[in-house]
């Protein structure tokens, strides 16, 4: 493979109804490669090549069954791009636990889930790609978002763990660290949220879900096959 090239390639994306997550199962698409698209609910279209998995990612042993059925079929699983996220948004005194719970489940356990079953499967093959979709809020926190903030900064730093746990067995292990992104959910908010977010940027735009895709690419591509243990900020200039 050179490039953006990942024909032959199985790419597993969780999350992937989202709009970054359909962006991400189409970049890789249209780059050749076969991908699984792993969700509670199969995305709006699912292009060619593609197959629908269902399944909960903070569901321990759910997840290893799924895994166990993928590489049945596809024999292989080249690229984990871990992107299941939820928030319950809230100040810490009125956040419950459920909802603490819930975010921490899904953002941060459902990587491990994944990373967990899969691990045996890349040591085997000496080889692979693992992104994690954190956030910037996970790097600078955000008011309102302890639990949201807290998964993704989890997030970074089991990227860095699995980094160096992995890397004798030549797999990359990276984090992509998205700002503001407009999917259908964000345009959702307030708009006085959406105009402070813009007016972080120095840009003076918010990211399309494409740019937070080929930042995904890149890391799984041959382009960046010394770089492991990174976080690569998508975010317009927002963190700085």
């Known amino acids: 493979m050179t490039g953006l090239d990942f024909k032959n390639n199985v790419v597993l994306v969780t999350g ?22 792993v969700d509670l609910q199969p995305p709006a279209q699912l292009p060619d090549k593609c197959t629908f ?17 993928i590489l049945a079929a596809e024999k292989r699983i080249d690229c984990l791009i871990n992107n299941a996220g939820i928030a319950r948004d809230a100040t810490v005194w009125r956040m419950t636990e459920s909802d603490w719970d819930a975010v921490l489940a899904v953002n941060l356990k459902g ?10 499967h890349f040591r085997d093959m000496n080889r692979g790609k693992i992104v994690n979709i954190s956030s910037i809020n996970g790097l600078r926190g955000k008011f309102g978002l302890a639990n949201y903030a807290a998964s993704k900064a989890g997030l970074i730093g089991l990227t860095k763990t699995i980094a160096k746990e992995l890397g004798r067995h030549q797999v990359n292990v990276n984090a992509v ?7 259908a959910l964000t345009e959702s908010l307030p708009e006085k949220i959406i105009e402070q977010a813009t007016s972080e940027t120095v840009f003076g735009r918010l990211a399309l879900p494409e740019d937070v895709a080929n930042a995904v690419l890149f890391l799984c591509s041959d382009l960046a096959k010394h770089i492991t243990g990174e976080v690569i900020k998508v975010d317009g200039g927002q963190y700085i």
Request: charged residues 20%.
């Open 16 to 37: 992937a109804s989202g709009g970054i997550g359909q962006e991400i199962v189409a970049k890789f698409a249209n780059a050749g490669a076969r991908v699984v698209a």
């Open 53 to 69: 998995c269902e399944a909960d990612v903070s569901d321990f042993d759910q997840v290893e069954s799924r895994i166990g059925r």
């Open 111 to 120: 990587a491990f889930n994944f990373i967990h079953h899969l691990a045996p």
């Open 177 to 183: 660290a998205p700002g503001y992104v407009l999917t």
